[in-house]
């Protein structure tokens, strides 16, 4: 299994700025996501990051607000933009390894609060 | 549209006996449904998955039963223990998809 490392694991920011959560996977994997967990609440998927190109945005989330950056087979991040409370949650990398291309794995998570 | 669902929020058990988490879907076309354990302050654990082509997996103290013909999942786990305590999700991809889509989550609470 791949294990995956996010950073920072919690903050807290004010309103109107933005926060890049940086995620690293120890092995090459095809598909990286992005989720998102608001308190109490199950995973919502926000976008794939699509390594050398653009990520691919699920319904409600837009790259102006969740830019997301892939630059190789094994990092991403994830931006939230001008930061309002209503962003307070936490966010959740993932990874589908390469020989498994089935299930897959989670970072622990970046509590993210907005003030 | 695509939808996976639990029908208990919460479920509590006494230490040592054994539990049953349901899921229900909505997906039709899903072919690969997995388990995942959270625990408190800690991203989504894998624990077991299971093809539409089959209707049992077993693990370790675990068991993933699927009934395509009512589109229900469940994770059933033996002889619990206090390390078991976390919310259980299930997830769905559908058919030559990546993305998993996920439950509602129960809250598997034991007592000691």
């Known amino acids: 299994s791949a294990v995956i490392s996010q950073k920072p694991s919690r903050d807290i920011c004010q309103r109107g700025t933005s926060l890049t959560i940086q995620c690293q996977v120890d092995?090459?994997?095809?598909?990286m996501f992005w989720y998102r967990q608001q308190p109490g609440q199950s995973l919502t998927l926000i976008a794939t990051?699509?390594?050398?190109?653009?990520?691919?945005?699920e319904s409600g989330f837009v790259i102006d607000k969740f830019p997301i950056s892939r630059p190789n087979l094994t990092f991403s991040t994830l931006t939230v933009s001008n930061l309002s409370p209503e962003d307070s949650s936490i966010y959740l990398c993932?990874?589908?390894?390469?020989?498994?291309?089935?299930?897959?794995?989670f970072g622990q998570g970046t509590r993210l609060t907005v003030v | 549209g695509e939808s996976v669902g639990l029908h208990l929020p919460t479920l509590s058990v006494q230490e040592g006996d054994n539990s049953i988490i349901n899921c229900a879907y909505s997906?039709?076309?899903?072919?690969?449904f997995i388990w995942y354990k959270q625990e408190s302050g800690k991203g989504p654990q894998f624990i077991i998955d299971?093809?539409?082509?089959?209707d049992k997996r077993q693990g370790q103290r675990v068991t993933v039963l699927l009934n395509k013909t009512v589109k229900h999942l469940s994770l059933q786990i033996a002889a619990t223990q206090p390390g078991d305590s976390a919310v259980y999700f299930c997830?769905?991809?559908?058919?030559?998809?990546?993305?998993?889509?996920f439950g509602q989550g129960t809250r598997l609470t034991i007592n000691p």
């Open positions: 299971i093809r539409s082509n089959m």
């Open positions: 997830a769905e991809k559908g058919q030559g998809a990546q993305k998993l889509v």
């Open positions: 997906n039709s076309a899903s072919d690969y």
């Open positions: 092995s090459q994997v095809t598909m």
């Open positions: 990051a699509n390594q050398g190109s653009e990520a691919t945005y």
């Open positions: 993932s990874a589908l390894g390469t020989k498994s291309n089935t299930e897959a794995f």
